[in-house]
């Protein structure tokens, strides 16, 4: 019976210990988060509403924009899981740093990881949001993307 009592003890301490830590999942997710930051970009957790209204827990990938000039505004979104397109382009950028860049910024974003919902552009920061389904090589990707974004919109010194 005092073997039982241990037992049961030590099961309880263990599984207290296993509740608590992270799973595999998670350790994956905080190693790129890590790596993102590493890279010079903001990570924040952030609700994202679908185009039905349902809130979705995104994660925030941020590059903030030096002496912000002009004002930009792009805000483009993707339905995850579907084959439709990125939604909500202007016509044309209406920013002369953006306008050269046009084309190959629409070929970027198609680029982008397929869990990535929402890419924001403004004179303040650029910003990717991504439900974080892809590996180190999607995180580059989105690294890359908001770094180029970053540079044609930073004022020349």
């Known amino acids: 019976m005092t073997y039982l009592i241990i037992l049961l003890g030590v099961l309880a301490i263990v599984g207290s210990l296993m509740w608590i830590l992270p799973s595999p999942a998670d350790r994956k997710r905080m190693v790129l988060r890590q790596l993102a930051i590493a890279k010079g970009v903001e990570v924040r957790q952030t609700l994202y509403k679908d185009r039905k209204g349902k809130p979705i827990t995104c994660i925030g990938y941020t590059c903030r924009i030096t002496r ?90």
């Open 68 to 157: 912000p000039k002009g004002n930009v505004e792009i805000i483009i979104q993707h339905e995850p899981d579907t084959p439709q397109p990125w939604v909500g382009w202007p016509e044309e950028s209406g920013d002369n740093r953006l306008q050269p860049h046009w084309a190959t910024l629409q070929k970027m974003v198609e680029s982008l990881p397929d869990d990535v919902v929402q890419v924001s552009i403004t004179s303040a920061y650029v910003s990717v949001l991504w439900l974080e389904k892809g590996t180190e090589d999607a995180l580059n990707n989105i690294v890359t993307f908001l770094h180029q974004i970053k540079e044609w919109l930073e004022p020349s010194r």
